[in-house]
């Protein structure tokens, strides 16, 4: 489960907002220079999942075999971003002063990541069931938000 690295995501974006709040006052009441961004990258080709494979066929007993592994960075996946791309990507968005830096990658655009972040807060608003996109009794009507609002802004 990815439990742990999306609760390791959630308190990292809480504990930035809130730094950066605590830096904006600063900025605005003393002069402050300081500043704290929040990257939010999309699907990267990372080491990640190989080392997950790597341990659990450590724990199990069995040989490893980096080449069955979906993707990682000598095995790149096509819809995801080297991790160079994403740093070029955060430092041009720091030039800009953006506190949320919102990273594309090759298969999601950035106009399905707003779609999708919208339809999640309205998980809260609404009363749905968590993670609704993927619950049986709304993952159709999500497809259905989707198409229906793609390309309206």
């Given at each position: 489960?990815?439990?742990?690295?999306?609760?390791?995501?959630?308190?990292l974006?809480?504990?930035?907002?809130?730094?950066?709040?605590?830096?904006?006052?600063?900025?605005?009441?003393?002069?402050?220079?300081?500043?704290?961004?929040?990257?939010?990258?999309?699907?990267?080709?990372?080491?990640?999942?190989?080392?997950?494979?790597?341990?659990?066929?450590?724990?199990?007993g069995?040989?490893?075999?980096?080449d069955?592994?979906?993707?990682?960075?000598?095995?790149?996946?096509s819809?995801?971003?080297?991790?160079?791309?994403?740093?070029?990507?955060?430092?041009?968005?720091l030039?800009?002063e953006?506190?949320?830096?919102?990273?594309?990658?090759?298969?999601?655009?950035r106009?399905?990541?707003?779609?999708?972040?919208?339809?999640?807060?309205?998980?809260?608003i609404?009363n749905?069931?968590?993670?609704?996109?993927?619950?049986?009794?709304y993952?159709?009507?999500?497809?259905?938000?989707?198409?229906?609002?793609?390309?309206k802004?």
């Amino acid at each position: 489960s990815n439990w742990t690295y999306n609760m390791s995501k959630a308190a990292l974006k809480a504990y930035t907002e809130g730094l950066e709040h605590e830096l904006r006052t600063e900025r605005l009441e003393s002069g402050g220079k300081l500043r704290a961004a929040l990257l939010v990258p999309g699907w990267v080709n990372t080491e990640i999942m190989a080392k997950k494979v790597r341990d659990a066929a450590k724990a199990a007993g069995d040989d490893y075999n980096k080449d069955k592994v979906f993707f990682h960075e000598d095995k790149p996946a096509s819809g995801a971003w080297m991790s160079p791309q994403v740093v070029d990507f955060m430092l041009e968005e720091l030039d800009k002063e953006r506190f949320y830096i919102l990273c594309p990658d090759n298969d999601v655009t950035r106009e399905v990541d707003n779609l999708r972040m919208d339809w999640a807060m309205h998980d809260l608003i609404e009363n749905r069931p968590p993670l609704s996109r993927w619950h049986p009794d709304y993952k159709d009507k999500f497809n259905e938000y989707l198409e229906a609002n793609k390309g309206k802004k």
